[in-house]
């Protein structure tokens, strides 16, 4: 599967040899994902390409124990006042940091209003204490964005449990882009309750 992403990457790219591209290079004081800390200090760096709704890409970040390379591709498009997607994103990692993950991915928004939902497969057991078939996850988040202040309450359902708030703050400053946000997590997601601060700064350009 991740040479099949790779290579429909790749076709893409060829046969759109005049169209315009765009590529991202980022540094976050803590990498989190989904409300799950990956790696204190982490530069990561992306490949994209959108035409009439249609998107696919890349996107790689330093976890410790190697890299981790998403692919992802998809469709959105505005109906009225709403926004609407559907996309499959896969999780690749090059070292032992952790097992595949591959998922669809349904999107929703309406104003300052957005739905975000991921139906997953995991290949490893998320429960290690008792290993099963737990591999399955859907994972929910609503976000609020108004100004660049953002609210997200996120929770996963299936083999999968936990939820997370974050809240934060994103401008531009001389063509850089700086975040910083608060994340808290419950102990159902990472074992126990935390919290975090993490800044973030990244650049995006095109590419002709």
Known sequence: ?????????????????????????????????????????????????????????????????????????????????????????????????????????????FGMLSLDVAIGKYDGDFDLETPGDQDAYTYAALTLENNGFYGTLATFAQDADGEYLELGYGTTVSDFDIGIALILANKDLIGVDDESLVFTIGKSFDIN
């Open 1 to 109: 599967m991740k040479k099949a992403i790779y290579g429909l990457t790749l076709l893409l790219m060829t046969a759109t040899a005049q169209a315009d591209f765009s590529g991202n290079l980022g540094y976050m004081s803590e990498y989190h994902f989904r409300g799950i800390l990956q790696k204190v200090s982490s530069v990561s760096g992306g490949l994209d390409y959108e035409s009439g709704g249609f998107y696919v890409g890349t996107w790689a970040a330093d976890v410790g124990d190697g890299l981790e390379v998403d692919g992802y591709f998809g469709y959105g498009a505005d109906v009225g006042d709403v926004s609407l997607s559907v996309g499959y994103t896969g999780y690749f990692y090059t070292g032992d940091f952790d097992d595949t993950y591959q998922e669809i991915n349904l999107g929703a928004g």
